[in-house]
């Protein structure tokens, strides 16, 4: 399937993300902040990353403008607890090319892989 770097500094939500990502056949990838994850993403290739947007050390949001800033030309799904619009609109301005609303829904890995298919973006 896909190669999927996901980036959250809550063991918890990364435990199940990766875990049903793996169920999935993805590869997965893990950071615990903005600062891990942009020196993972800038080492590796991804078909996806997905980035929690409030973090400590580096918070999504500047993870994101500091990748798109060095070139990182791939896909980023920014997670966010908030269903804010403000926060949606932030994320994408950040440079995300979508946003998932936590917590994920029963469509999560269906969206996943119309990320990595390119069938949103």
Do not use: W
């Not at 959250?8 to 990502?21: A, G, K, M, T």
């Amino acid at each position: 399937m896909g190669k999927i770097l996901l980036v959250d500094d809550d063991e918890d939500i990364r435990e199940l993300v990766i875990l049903r990502l793996e169920i999935a056949e993805h590869d997965i990838d893990f950071a615990v902040n903005g600062k891990v994850g942009f020196d993972i993403a800038m080492e590796n290739n991804y078909d996806l990353i997905l980035m929690d947007m409030h973090m400590p050390v580096m918070d999504g949001y500047d993870a994101i403008q500091q990748l798109r800033r060095f070139g990182y030309e791939g896909k980023i799904v920014g997670l966010t607890a908030s269903a804010m619009m403000n926060e949606t609109q932030k994320a994408l301005s950040s440079g995300c090319d979508d946003v998932i609303v936590k917590p994920i829904t029963e469509d999560f890995e269906i969206r996943i892989s119309q990320y990595i298919d390119s069938q949103y973006f």
